[in-house]
């Protein structure tokens, strides 16, 4: 027996189109002349902030020099309805990014946190955000409006303003609740909030974006020891942003150009770790069966920095069938899911954008039922991963693998899975029983113990840097 595979693939410029769709279900609300642009590039739909910035910076171009009506002019990258759009398309000129050297930075051990350990326990309710086989981006609404600094009570999720609403954590829709004491301008004490908690004064309450955005607020102010804080604050009953230099928005687009590509027959839930924040992976990402999503890269110049050192995104890919509301919150050994999920993925960009693939030892040694592999257009080397095993352009590799790309990227789900193969290849790329009993995995709130991609280097644990 053969699983399929999962395919993410990185792309900076090629062929745009806004392409026609006709949506018959929703007739009977719509109105005959509404219009939606949805853009497509290398025969993957994008996002419209996506394009306009590749318009606007240069990188992108109209394939006939002439803008179609309506196109980069909606303040919103989030398509509703539609009826008919003019096709139109953009011809590709010189990449804006070029892929660099790969020098590996000075490591650091992962700081110990104060925090308490998230529930793994799930509420009764959930947001459609998070359902199988749905877009996170379908419930978000005024992302690009600014935030009212001190009008929204403490108790209102702000999802008028872009912000996902996780309801299925039980944290009043946060994907994370940090309450924080602060002494000499440093964080000296943090406490995760658990399900059953909610937004109060003093407490740092985080969210999720939608696909291909993250949220653009954490203070200034960090743990004293090295551990994160992330989110918008509650003071005196109301929501204060905590990065307005940054933006005024509560969501930010990443880099752009990285996607994920589902090719399978079943949804895939994708969940990005909350950093800064509490760093549990509670960031929904549902890939729909035969699907493609924008995957978050943040911007190694501007996002947020962990002691001066350039920071990553790093993702838990869970078995298909598993959904978001299941599998992007703490999980069980026996579950494989969560933080026990048998990939992580980090992915940044300095230089060029970077994506490694690598087993989540010494948590578990559970392998994904699919294949993955990261396809696109310049890409430094091979990375993939084949009947539970990674590969490399030189072959078999035990820790995983990166690759670079000055253009775009697609994290590919798709092939079939030799079981038979896997029984001989388990054994010899375990790690011990002693590593496994002696780690801490499953604690919160660090979902992988040294969290090395997190903190410098996206893929500096891949190389052998410890």
């Given at each position: 027996?053969?699983?399929?595979?999962?395919?993410?693939?990185?792309?900076?410029?090629?062929?745009?189109?806004?392409?026609?769709?006709?949506?018959?279900?929703?007739?009977?609300?719509?109105r005959?002349?509404?219009t939606?642009?949805?853009?497509?590039?290398?025969?993957?739909?994008?996002s419209e902030?996506?394009?306009?910035?590749?318009?606007?910076?240069?990188?992108?171009?109209?394939?006939?020099g002439?803008?179609?009506?309506?196109?980069?002019?909606?303040?919103?990258?989030?398509a509703?309805?539609?009826?008919?759009?003019?096709?139109?398309?953009?011809?590709?000129?010189?990449?804006?990014?070029?892929?660099?050297?790969?020098?590996?930075p000075?490591?650091?051990?992962?700081?110990t946190?104060?925090?308490a350990?998230?529930?793994?326990?799930?509420?009764?309710?959930?947001?459609?955000?998070a359902?199988?086989?749905t877009?996170?981006?379908?419930?978000?609404?005024?992302?690009?409006?600014?935030?009212?600094?001190?009008?929204?009570?403490?108790?209102?999720?702000?999802?008028?303003?872009?912000?996902?609403?996780?309801?299925?954590?039980?944290?009043?829709?946060?994907?994370?609740?940090?309450?924080?004491?602060?002494?000499?301008?440093v964080?000296?004490?943090?406490?995760?909030?658990?399900?059953?908690?909610?937004?109060?004064?003093?407490?740092?309450?985080?969210?999720?974006?939608?696909?291909?955005?993250?949220?653009?607020?954490?203070?200034?102010t960090?743990?004293?020891?090295?551990?994160?804080?992330?989110?918008?604050?509650?003071?005196?009953?109301?929501?204060?942003?905590?990065?307005?230099?940054?933006?005024?928005?509560?969501?930010?687009?990443?880099?752009?150009?990285?996607?994920?590509?589902?090719t399978?027959?079943?949804?895939?839930?994708v969940?990005?770790?909350?950093?800064?924040?509490?760093?549990?992976?509670?960031?929904?990402?549902?890939?729909a069966?035969?699907?493609?999503?924008?995957?978050?890269?943040?911007?190694?110049?501007?996002?947020?920095?962990?002691?001066?050192?350039?920071?990553?995104?790093?993702?838990?890919?869970?078995?298909?069938?598993?959904?978001t509301?299941?599998?992007?919150?703490?999980?069980?050994?026996?579950?494989?899911?969560?933080n026990?999920?048998?990939?992580?993925?980090?992915?940044?960009?300095?230089?060029g954008?970077?994506?490694?693939?690598?087993?989540?030892?010494?948590?578990?040694?559970?392998?994904?039922?699919?294949?993955?592999?990261?396809?696109?257009?310049?890409?430094?080397?091979?990375?993939?991963?084949?009947?539970?095993?990674?590969?490399?352009?030189?072959?078999?590799v035990?820790?995983?693998c990166?690759?670079?790309?000055?253009?775009?990227?697609?994290?590919?789900?798709?092939?079939t899975?030799?079981a038979?193969?896997?029984?001989?290849?388990?054994t010899?790329?375990?790690?011990?029983?002693?590593?496994?009993?002696s780690?801490?995995?499953?604690?919160?709130?660090?979902?992988?113990?040294?969290?090395?991609p997190?903190?410098?280097?996206?893929?500096?644990?891949?190389?052998?840097?410890?």
């Open positions: 027996m053969r699983f399929n595979t999962l395919a993410l693939t990185l792309a900076t410029a090629g062929t745009l189109a806004a392409a026609q769709h006709n949506h018959g279900h929703r007739r009977l609300h719509r005959a002349d509404d939606v642009i949805e853009y497509e590039l290398n025969g993957v739909l994008v902030a996506v394009v306009c910035e590749g318009i606007a910076d240069g990188t992108l171009e109209w394939a006939d002439i803008a179609p009506s309506g196109a980069c002019e909606s303040s919103s990258a989030t509703t309805a539609a009826s008919t759009a003019a096709a139109t398309t953009v011809t590709e000129i010189a990449p804006a990014i070029s892929v660099g050297p790969f020098s590996y000075a490591t650091t051990a992962a700081a946190t104060t925090s350990q998230a529930s793994s326990g799930s509420s009764t309710s959930s947001s459609a955000a359902a199988s086989g877009s996170t981006s379908s419930t978000s609404t005024g992302i690009d409006a600014d935030f009212p600094d001190g009008e929204i009570s403490c108790s209102d999720f702000p999802s008028d303003y872009g912000a996902v609403a996780l309801d299925y954590l039980g944290l009043g829709g946060w994907s994370g609740i940090q309450y924080v004491t602060i002494s000499d301008d964080v000296t004490e943090i406490v995760t909030g658990v399900s059953g908690d909610s937004c109060t004064s003093g407490a740092m309450c985080s969210y999720a974006c939608p696909a291909g955005y993250q949220k653009s607020q954490w203070p200034s960090q743990g004293s020891t090295g551990q994160s804080v992330g989110g918008i604050k509650c003071k005196d009953g109301k929501l204060y942003l905590t990065n307005s230099d940054l933006s005024s928005k509560l969501c930010i687009p990443g880099v752009g150009g990285v996607y994920v590509e589902n399978l027959s079943e949804v895939v839930a969940c990005r770790t909350d950093y800064p924040g509490t760093e549990s992976e509670t960031i929904p990402l549902s890939v069966a035969g699907s493609t999503e924008d995957l978050t890269c943040p911007n190694g110049t501007t996002y947020y920095k962990w002691e001066g050192e350039v920071t990553s995104a790093q993702y838990y890919i869970n078995p298909k069938g598993v959904s509301k299941t599998g992007c919150q703490w999980g069980t050994s026996a579950s494989d899911v969560g026990w999920a048998p990939m992580n993925m980090g992915v940044g960009e300095s230089d954008k970077w994506l490694s693939l690598f087993p989540n030892t010494p948590t578990t040694t559970a392998t994904l039922d699919f294949n993955v592999k990261i396809k696109g257009d310049d890409l430094s080397g091979e990375c993939y991963y084949e009947d539970g095993v990674f590969y490399d352009a030189d072959g078999e035990d820790d995983g990166t690759v670079s790309s000055s253009l775009f990227v697609i994290l590919m789900l798709l092939g899975f030799n038979s193969c896997l029984a001989a290849r388990l010899r790329h375990a790690p011990s029983a002693s590593a496994l009993s780690s801490p995995a499953g604690e919160g709130p660090f979902p992988i113990p040294p969290l090395p997190l903190r410098s280097n996206p893929f500096a644990l891949l190389q052998g840097t410890t």
